[in-house]
């Protein structure tokens, strides 16, 4: 079965396709611009891969932790395409996908914004804690061989691990997450914090005014 798998959790955009183990056409932008290049790039790997929208069997698509903007926008569009095709819209956690392709005991940081970071811990591919938000200064965890983290953040983090690298959402780590066999659950997007906007302030009645 082909599988669409999406994520725009993160600063890369990612998506695929890709059938039972093998990764048919992929690709991976660094964008804040999601809601611009989503569509195109979906269109793009469908057409290198030789399938139309109609072959697409399931949509797998990545929940956060992540920004507010950047989650709506895969959220809402493998949401929109799993209704108009008829198909199953499973949701995953993105740490998760990332950690499905790290070996061993894993830490999966990536950036939160306002000098905080979103993480989850792992032993032997299953998460034992989080997801969960802080600063990078508070993470703390016990050892483990490998830190996946962005590279501007890699020095702000008080852990020592063998092997400190970037591992980016994949198709392949999201599909390998998801039950494809199950009914799909409501997708809920692990926002972990409260939205940048705030609803205005309500201004002074003037005393002129009845």
């Known amino acids: 079965m082909l599988v669409l798998a999406l994520d725009t959790a993160t600063t890369d955009l990612v998506a695929g ?20 290049r989503l ?33 709506r926008v895969g959220m809402s569009t493998a949401s929109a395409l799993g209704q108009a095709l008829g198909i199953p819209v499973h949701g995953v956690c993105t740490h998760d996908a990332v950690a499905a392709e790290l070996e061993g005991d894993a830490l999966v940081v990536t950036d ?40 501007a953040l890699a020095g702000q983090l008080p852990i020592d691990a063998p092997s400190v690298t970037y591992q ?26 409260r939205p940048d906007a705030v609803p205005p302030k309500q201004a002074p009645k003037s005393p002129a005014l009845p």
């Open 39 to 71: 569509m195109p790039e979906i269109t793009r790997l469908l057409a290198e891969a030789g399938v139309e929208f109609a072959d697409v069997g399931a949509i797998v698509v990545g929940c956060g932790p992540g920004p507010f903007t950047g989650l």
């Open 168 to 193: 980016p959402p994949a198709p392949a780590g999201l599909v390998a997450v998801a039950n494809l066999d199950a009914d799909p659950e409501p997708l809920v997007p692990l926002y972990l914090r």
């Open 17 to 36: 396709v890709v059938d039972g183990e093998r990764v048919v056409a992929e690709t991976r932008v660094a964008t804040r611009a999601h809601n611009e």
């Open 112 to 151: 939160a914004r306002r000098r905080e970071v979103y993480w989850a811990r792992y032993a032997d591919g299953e998460r034992v804690a989080g997801p969960d938000v802080c600063k990078p200064a508070d993470l703390a965890s016990p050892a483990v061989d490998v830190i996946s983290v962005p590279e």
